[in-house]
Every structure is written in C-alpha cells, then in structure tokens.
C-alpha cells in the first residue's frame, strides 16, 4: 500500500488519537498547517508528524 501524502480531518483524528476540536484548535493557532483543495481540508501527514513531535512528553516539567 502507498503512504498518503495528506489526510482528512477526520482521519488526521483517527491517526493521531487527537480530537477534532484540537486538530482544529492547532490549526487556528497556526501550530499545524492545511491546505485546501476544493472544498476539503487536507493536513500533510509530514505536518501532523512533526506537531505530534513538537508537543511535550508526558511527565515532562513536573
């Protein structure tokens, strides 16, 4: 099978265990990009990669 290139949102949920409304929180905030092809709203899984990577890491600052 081929590796996507971008994903929906529902499936950028399904993938990364985030929820909807913090995909969406991150892109208002600009933390993670989107692109637009039509109507639909795709996320680079390279994008989604590296802004799983750039959140901390659980116990970290206690």
Known sequence: MQSLLAVPIPKAVELSGLSRSAIYEAL????????KAGRRTLIPVAELEAYL????SYGEGE
């Open 53 to 56: 990577a750039s959140l901390p």
């Open 28 to 35: 208002k905030s600009k933390s993670l990009t989107a692109k």
